[in-house]
């Protein structure tokens, strides 16, 4: 199936930052039917991340997480994809900065390792001059964006934070600085306080959000953005299920990307999802994915490319 000028097995992405960034936890994804692997997010310099502890779950309903962007940096990390890719998997590189000028380094790096596209991390919502503070203005995005499509021969896609009153302005900027998709949503900023230690669970304080808590709230991203832009646009946030996969693909998504479900349940998810996706679409009437994108929106709404 296609996404944009992306070619992938099946809409199911492995989500950034779930299941380790190791080239073998990366193909362990793919061998288990995810549809492409997103990787960790990689800065220029390695960074050994928060203290613990870094994740609080709550039932099945959410995740709450502040690792802080641990990773091994880009000189090191590019043995790690190519792991990955000896394994056959089609991995999009996920790389944060603190400016425009940064990502546009980092991602010609990124690009020169053979992934198939880069995700731009502009929406980690606790990370202290990265994530949000550089992605949450307009101007902000389409300037990092531009800068890293002018370097980089791969597509680019922004991933976009929910944290701000208008997610849809963020991806209409990133659609104008060339993105050749954008994602969302990344994690809602949130907090759990210990009441018997006085103190936040997270040894970071605030956190990021995941999970079927925020899934109503990623649906909502998706379909604004979907009536705002033209390139596709990649869900995330609580997909569970095939009928959850199926809601943002009607709000307007052409993939999407899973991240707690893997957290909970492990890889095996991705045989799962594709499966149960085939059994609703036929039950559904529905010959092929692309039928249902924007489905949502009602009849002539948007062409759908
Ligand atoms: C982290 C969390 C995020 O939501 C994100 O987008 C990137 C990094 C982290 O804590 O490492």
């Known amino acids: 199936m296609r996404c944009g000028p992306l070619s992938l097995r ?8 779930i299941w380790g960034e190791s080239g073998e936890s990366l193909a362990g994804a793919w061998s288990a039917g995810a549809g492409g692997v997103v990787t960790k997010s990689i800065g220029s310099e390695p960074r050994p991340g928060y203290p613990n502890p870094t994740i609080e779950t709550y039932e099945r309903w959410g995740m709450l997480n502040a690792m802080g962007l641990p990773n091994p940096g880009i000189v090191e990390y590019p043995r790690e994809i190519e792991i990955a890719q000896r394994a056959g998997a089609t991995v999009i590189g996920s790389i944060f900065a603190g400016d425009a000028e940064e990502f546009s380094r980092l991602g010609a790096r990124m690009a020169k390792t053979g992934v198939v ?108 953005i979907y009536e705002k832009v033209s390139i596709p646009v990649i869900g995330i946030g609580g997909i569970m299920t095939a009928d959850d996969a199926l809601e943002y693909v009607m709000a307007g998504a052409r993939a999407v990307e899973v991240g707690t479900a893997v957290a909970f349940d492990g890889i095996a998810v ?29 009849p002539g709404s948007r062409p759908s490319g």
Do not use: M
């Open 117 to 224: 596209a880069l995700e731009l991390n502009l929406s980690c919502p606790h990370a202290e001059g990265f994530g949000t503070e550089v992605g949450s203005d307009p101007k902000d995005v389409e300037e990092i964006v531009r800068r890293v499509v002018d370097v980089a021969h791969v597509p680019v896609i922004a991933k976009i934070t929910p944290n701000t009153s208008d997610p849809a302005a963020l991806a209409v900027a990133a659609e104008r600085g060339g993105a050749a998709a954008v994602s969302a949503v990344n994690t809602l900023r949130a907090l759990a306080i210990d009441v018997r230690l006085r103190r936040p669970v997270l040894a970071h304080g605030i956190g990021g959000l995941s999970g079927p808590a925020i899934k109503p709230v990623g649906l909502a991203c998706v379909w604004k």
């Open 10 to 17: 099946n809409p199911f992405l492995l989500a950034s930052g």
């Open 270 to 298: 991705f045989g799962r999802l594709v499966r149960d996706l085939g059994t609703r679409l036929d039950q559904l009437g529905f010959r092929r994915l692309e039928d249902a994108v924007g489905v949502a929106h009602g």
